[in-house]
């Protein structure tokens, strides 16, 4: 779930019961997968059960932090005020080692070098004392 606050203010996350588990994990520096104990699937997406085979028993796993870049694009036209100062940046789909896919952003490294398949590694960047994004440099 996404707030916006104002034009000038970049919209947080807000944890909710669904996800709590997942933004204390990366408040301590862990991105946190669920994993099916049935069928081994792996999950980026906080669910009930899982999608692959509907089995409740799943197991949240912190990631390698390892990942490579699926898909991206450099952002030179802010999509509001709040992000004016940060373009251009990249925005990424991160294809974790694991094997799920997130949307995610580059920190510490030139967007316009920024490559399919290029190695990433996760970087957890504390905004609040509840909100920890995670976000991805060049490995
Ligand atoms: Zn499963």
């Known amino acids: 779930m996404i ?7 970049k919209p947080l996350p807000m944890p909710d019961g669904d ?4 933004w204390n994990g990366l408040r301590e520096g862990k991105l946190l997968l669920q994993h099916c104990l049935d069928c ?8 009930g059960i ?9 197991e949240h796993r912190a990631a390698s932090g390892r990942g490579t870049v699926h898909s991206y694009s ?3 036209r802010a999509p509001g005020r709040a992000f004016k100062d940060d373009t251009p ?9 694991e094997g799920p896919h997130m ?5 510490d490294g030139d967007p316009e070098k920024v490559d399919f398949d290029m190695p990433l590694q996760l970087v957890c960047e504390k905004l ?7 976000r991805f440099r060049p490995a």
């Open 3 to 9: 707030k916006i606050q104002d034009g000038l203010q």
């Open 19 to 22: 996800t709590a588990v997942f």
């Open 40 to 47: 081994q699937s792996v999950h980026y997406y906080q669910q």
């Open 50 to 58: 899982c999608r692959q085979c509907g089995s409740q028993r799943l």
């Open 74 to 76: 450099v952002v030179h």
């Open 89 to 97: 940046y990249a925005v990424l789909l991160v294809k974790l080692e």
């Open 103 to 107: 949307i995610s952003s580059l920190v």
């Open 128 to 134: 609040s004392d509840e909100v920890t994004l995670p």
